[in-house]
């Protein structure tokens, strides 16, 4: 919920971050919710699961979703360039999720996206090209 709650909020008005504390929130290792820290291998390990759990695929069907909502109504304007970002980050993730097998194409969709630089606003740089090619 807050993913969604978030990408909707960023769409019609400013986020900034506070720099204060507001909650109490500490992680430990028995934590089951809250970010991990993941050493080389942990990466790797994480990287496969969302290449097989079609991960890519899930995240433009759910900003697909959130600009569907967004379009349809009128309560709230939309700040300007929200909709092709968005857009742009949907095509980015559906290209993830469908990449060609090895080959010319493959590498032409990856390189396409680098130099667009989506793979640096839409994912985590230079991690995501090497999980494209190397760990599919």
């Given at each position: 919920h807050d993913v969604w709650i978030t990408l909707l909020l960023a769409c019609v008005g400013r986020i900034v971050p506070v720099e204060e504390p507001l909650v109490s929130y500490r992680l430990h290792a028995g934590n089951t919710v809250g970010m991990k820290r993941y050493d080389l291998l942990g990466q790797i390990r994480m990287a496969r699961w969302q290449l097989g759990s079609g991960q890519f695929g899930q995240l433009a069907?759910?900003?697909?979703?959130?600009?569907?909502?967004?379009?349809?109504?009128?309560?709230?304007?939309?700040?300007?360039?929200?909709?092709?970002?968005?857009?742009?980050?949907?095509?980015?993730?559906?290209?993830?999720?469908?990449?060609?097998?090895?080959?010319?194409?493959?590498?032409?969709?990856?390189?396409?996206?680098?130099?667009?630089g989506n793979y640096a606003r839409f994912s985590y740089g230079f991690k995501s090209v090497l999980q494209d090619i190397f760990l599919r």
């Open positions: 069907k759910l900003h697909q979703a959130a600009l569907e909502r967004l379009q349809a109504q009128s309560a709230w304007k939309l700040l300007p360039g929200v909709v092709p970002l968005l857009e742009e980050k949907i095509r980015h993730s559906r290209l993830r999720d469908e990449l060609p097998g090895w080959g010319r194409g493959r590498w032409r969709a990856i390189a396409s996206q680098w130099r667009a």
